[in-house]
């Protein structure tokens, strides 16, 4: 199975900061039609768990222009510019490339 | 707007079987894909499996002959049970529409 690496348990910023979450695939997630089957998840305590970008770097309706997926082959960055309160949360990525899909560890974005 | 909201008891005895209802609004389950993740505790999650829109399913092969995935187009509704529990399946189980749409998650502990 593929397995997706997110180095960073934890990281930590400032409101008004950028910061970067970044998932390494053990192969290219890139399939015969271009596109990246990767994704990327935001998870707030008491909240639904809310798909944020798919195929890397499609943000989902309503998701603000501040989420930013790039990335390809087995490199893959989320980027959140201007970190809101309301972005503290854990982050996920996700491959649907090849069955079993599977998760990246997490990353828990964390106010300094 | 599709909702979707898990059901089902909050403690199961090992050896028994896990069962969850997800009650879908918003959308006909007779469209997209359902599946079934999990959330173990330490944060890992695991995609678990789907029922597609004809009624053909896809399981994660780490759960085996364990897991069935099932629906009531009458109702909206679709099912989750594992059976032959153990303390590593208590985790905090998610429904979702396609991998884009998700439940708010149900804390299912797996103690004697």
């Known amino acids: 199975q593929i397995t997706l690496t997110q180095q960073a348990e934890s990281l930590w910023v400032s409101p008004g900061e950028k910061v970067s979450i970044t998932c390494r695939a053990s192969?290219?997630?890139?399939?015969?039609?271009?596109?990246?089957?990767l994704s990327w998840y935001q998870q707030r305590p008491g909240q639904t768990t809310k798909a944020l970008i798919y195929?890397?770097?499609i943000r989902t309706d309503g998701v603000p222009t501040r989420f930013i997926g790039s990335g390809s082959g087995t490199e893959f960055t989320l980027s959140i510019e201007d970190v809101q309160p309301e972005d503290i949360a854990l982050y996920y990525c996700?491959?649907?490339?090849?069955?079993?899909?599977?998760f990246g560890g997490g990353t828990k974005l964390e106010l300094k | 707007e599709v909702q979707l909201q898990e059901s089902g008891p909050g403690l199961v005895k090992p050896s028994q079987s896990l069962s969850l209802t997800c009650s879908v609004t918003?959308?006909?389950?007779?469209?997209?894909?359902w599946g079934w993740i999990r959330k173990f505790p330490g944060n890992k999650m695991e995609w678990m499996g789907y029922?597609?829109?004809?009624?053909?399913?896809s399981y994660n092969p780490s759960l085996k002959s364990r897991i069935s995935i099932t629906r009531d187009t009458s109702k909206n509704q679709f099912f989750l049970q594992l059976n032959s529990v153990t303390t590593e399946d208590t985790a905090t189980y998610y429904c979702?529409?396609?991998?884009?749409?998700w439940g708010q998650g149900a804390s299912v502990t797996v103690s004697s």
């Open positions: 979702a529409k396609g991998m884009d749409a």
């Open positions: 918003g959308y006909s389950i007779t469209s997209n894909y």
């Open positions: 996700l491959q649907t490339l090849k069955k079993p899909w599977t």
């Open positions: 029922i597609s829109y004809s009624g053909s399913t």
């Open positions: 195929h890397a770097s």
């Open positions: 192969q290219s997630l890139l399939y015969t039609d271009g596109k990246h089957y």
